[in-house]
């Protein structure tokens, strides 16, 4: 729903992601080894040469969401190629296959090792708040456990990492998200080329939310939040129905339409009339007043910031608000 825009500038972004990476070791004291060491050796064994000769660690962990089905695509086609080379039995193929899987999962396993620094990085780059897939829960989660007490991200993997193990730990795959928007998005592989830290996710353009009165209150007398409707409707292409279908978007928002309703009482109690003579008693201008009382949304404000930024702004289109 909302676009993942990077904070800072790519490289200083990325040098500050391996830097997080490398503060984790594998093992203990001097015999340490990072993870772009650890990708090195399994290199060394040379069935694993062979899938990824011409591939090197930052090429995997910086992979831009535009290249990652074609870049799965090569590597699945390798692993496979290399097990038919090694076993003459399907049986020993499938075993080379998930043992392939499992030596990368142990590279770049997210959880346990990576999943502390990568969540600080995370707090630390970006303003994230809310969920990019639904814009309606916050992500950030406070552990509470016996040895830590911080703040935390669920972060999901758009790409799974049990299918595509080497990419546990590809900052591009990683989206910030909740706990609702993370088990839907597992079970479907349909609609991959829309990851929203991608550069071509146009989401927040292309669709918007549209208010539908009831046929009672067509003169806009609504009297309850029962007279109105929301949906999430795209323009001149529908490219993000099946997302808004998976992540069930519509009837999840349903249940907020309260918010849209006490937008339009409040359109109803302060016509502009009052918001004058709000501005001549208080001094306030008229503009900071309107968006104090409506709750706007800026024009180029970051909608990931809070929840239901993005149904406010585009309802208080609709509205005329802005
Ligand atoms: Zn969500």
């Known amino acids: 729903m909302i676009q993942l825009k990077y904070p800072i500038p790519q490289k200083k972004l990325e040098c500050n992601y391996l830097k997080s990476l490398f503060s984790t070791k594998?093992?203990?004291g001097k015999n340490g080894t990072t993870v772009k060491q650890k990708f090195d050796e399994l290199k060394s064994n040379n069935s694993y040469d062979v899938i990824?000769?011409?591939i090197s660690f930052e090429e995997i962990i910086?992979?831009?969401p535009e290249n990652i089905k074609c870049f799965t695509n090569k590597i699945e086609l390798r692993i496979i190629e290399q097990s038919k080379i090694e076993y003459q039995t399907i049986e020993n193929e499938k075993k080379f296959i998930y043992e392939a899987k499992e030596k990368l999962k142990e590279v770049f396993k997210y959880k346990d090792k990576f999943q502390e620094p990568i969540s600080?990085?995370?707090e630390e780059n970006f303003q994230t708040r809310t969920c990019y897939f639904c814009n309606i829960h916050f992500v950030n989660e406070y552990k509470i456990d016996e040895e830590n007490h911080q703040n935390e991200f669920t972060l999901d993997h758009f790409y799974d990492k049990a299918t595509y193990p080497y990419l546990g730990l590809s900052l591009y795959n990683l989206i910030p998200s909740c706990y609702t928007c993370n088990s839907k998005l597992k079970k479907n592989e349909e609609f991959k080329n829309l990851a929203p830290s991608s550069q071509k996710y146009d989401f927040e353009t292309k669709v918007k939310f549209k208010l539908f009165l009831d046929d009672s209150c067509k003169n806009l007398h609504i009297k309850s939040k029962d007279d109105i409707d929301i949906a999430l409707k795209e323009n001149y292409s529908n490219q993000y129905d099946k997302y808004i279908e998976?992540?069930?978007l519509n009837e999840?928002?349903?249940?907020?339409?309260?918010?849209v309703f006490k937008m339009i009482e409040n359109a109803e109690l302060y016509p502009e009339s009052r918001l004058r003579e709000l501005q001549n008693l208080t001094g306030i201008p008229f503009q900071q007043i309107k968006k104090d009382i409506f709750n706007l949304i800026d024009e180029n404000e970051d909608l990931s910031k809070q929840p239901f930024s993005k149904l406010i702004k585009d309802i208080?289109?609709?509205l005329k608000l802005i």
Request: charged fraction near 40%; charge should be positive.
């Open 26 to 28: 594998f093992g203990q």
């Open 52 to 54: 990824f000769f011409d």
């Open 62 to 64: 910086f992979l831009k």
């Open 120 to 122: 600080k990085f995370f």
């Open 246 to 248: 998976i992540f069930k």
């Open 252 to 259: 999840r928002y349903k249940v907020h339409k309260d918010i």
């Open 316 to 318: 208080s289109e609709e």
